[in-house]
């Protein structure tokens, strides 16, 4: 089961510099549905973090950029983890790139999800994906 959480900046992520705003926290739905949630603060500060590395690695005609991590089961520490951009008029991520830090980005996704509620933090995949207008999203992957 994924869900996807999209926060918009307030600002270009090319800045880095993101306020973002601050949407009510939903329910999660019931078993086997799926559909978009508002995030909590914490989620939002650790996307900001996590955007804040991408950018840093993206070229200049960058337009979509995205971060992968996948463990192989629940609550694993560690993992894989692999950043791709799209570029120009290109909207599906697909050429590789390095962020600021390899690994940052994916261990400060794995800490935060000891803030996630219980019924959440399962997750053995996720992908962080960055639009250069400024939004981003993050869509978590269940086991079945």
């Excluded at 918009?8 to 549905?33: D, H, I, S, T, Y």
């Excluded at 991590?69 to 951009?85: A, H, M, Q, S």
């Excluded at 008029?89 to 400060?108: G, I, L, N």
Aim: a positive charge.
């Amino acid at each position: 089961m994924k869900r996807l959480i999209i926060v918009p900046l307030a600002c270009v992520a090319v800045a880095a510099q993101a306020q973002l705003r601050m949407p009510a926290e939903k329910a999660p739905p019931p078993a086997g549905k799926s559909s978009s949630q508002a995030a909590s603060s914490s989620e939002n500060e650790t996307v900001i973090e996590i955007v804040r590395c991408m950018v840093a690695g993206l070229p200049e005609d960058w337009s979509v950029a995205a971060m992968e991590i996948n463990l192989e089961k629940p609550f694993d520490t560690t993992g894989d983890v692999r950043y791709f951009v799209a570029r120009g008029s290109e909207t599906k991520p697909t050429e590789p790139f390095a962020p600021c830090d390899v690994t940052q980005p994916a261990k400060t996704l794995i800490q935060a999800r000891k803030t996630q509620p219980p019924e959440r933090q399962g997750w053995i995949g996720a992908r962080v994906t960055v639009f250069r207008d400024g939004k981003f999203g993050i869509r978590y992957g269940y086991p079945k």
